[in-house]
T-cell receptor, first 112, second 114 residues
Framework: SQKIEQNSEALNIQEGKTATLTCNYTNYSPAYLQWYRQDPGRGPVFLLLIRENEKEKRKERLKVTFDTTLKQSLFHITASQPADSATYLCALENSGYSTLTFGKGTMLLVSP | EAQVTQNPRYLITVTGKKLTVTCSQNMNHEYMSWYRQDPGLGLRQIYYSMNVEVTDKGDVPEGYKVSRKEKRNFPLILESPSPNQTSLYFC?????????????FGPGTRLTVT
């Protein structure tokens, strides 16, 4: 069956460090992968999209990698700040369908 | 301002009383969808629409209906709500279907069915 797995345990890091979040998937062949940020009680907000032929994508302090051999995407936040504390979701299109499937998300907590 | 709006934001209702949650977007997006989010289960897609009069089931459509009579609006209808439909609901839109386009989410509707 198809699965998208993100660490269910919260990631706690200190301000200024790099946070690395993982998204693993099985039985998908996505051409693209998206990352979203979600604050409590609010709708997810789009952050980055990476295509299968892009190994890495950057936007300000954010970096995403996509390894289709490992079936994994890594999401990095460098020089993290307490304001980066949120839940981060990865999302893939369900092959052959028009539905976008989300991972359950990983909560990131950045302490001062 | 480009946005997706939902109403109401909070709703408490009783089992069996029909309700509609409205969703509207002002970005001329073709693709719209509804999700529910539950603790431990994440975001799950209920229904989606690729354009006016074109709708299809997502992963958890049971107990829900939708319609897309106008491009901007995509209401979610619960004909006979039950307690297991207590959840946080999000409407989303994107330029078109697929992963290439980012999804814009509404602020959410917290529904409680007693």
């Amino acid at each position: 069956s198809q699965k998208i797995e993100q660490n269910s345990e919260a990631l706690n890091i200190q301000e200024g460090k790099t946070a690395t979040l993982t998204c693993n998937y099985t039985n998908y062949s996505p051409a693209y992968l998206q990352w979203y940020r979600q604050d409590p009680g609010r709708g997810p907000v789009f952050l980055l999209l990476i295509r299968e032929n892009e190994k890495e994508k950057r936007k300000e302090r954010l970096k995403v990698t996509f390894d289709t051999t490992l079936k994994q995407s890594l999401f990095h936040i460098t020089a993290s700040q307490p304001a980066d504390s949120a839940t981060y979701l990865c999302a893939l299109e369900n092959s052959g369908y028009s539905t976008l499937t989300f991972g359950k998300g990983t909560m990131l907590l950045v302490s001062p | 301002e480009a946005q997706v709006t939902q109403n109401p934001r909070y709703l408490i209702t009783v089992t069996g009383k029909k309700l509609t949650v409205t969703c509207s977007q002002n970005m001329n997006h073709e693709y719209m969808s509804w999700y529910r989010q539950d603790p431990g289960l994440g975001l799950r897609q209920i229904y989606y629409s690729m354009n006016v009069e074109v709708t299809d089931k997502g992963d958890v459509p049971e107990g829900y209906k939708v319609s897309r009579k106008e491009k901007r609006n995509f209401p979610l209808i619960l004909e006979s709500p039950s307690p297991n439909q207590t959840s946080l609901y999000f409407c989303a839109s994107s330029l078109s279907k697929g992963q290439l386009y980012e999804q814009y989410f509404g602020p959410g509707t917290r529904l409680t069915v007693t």
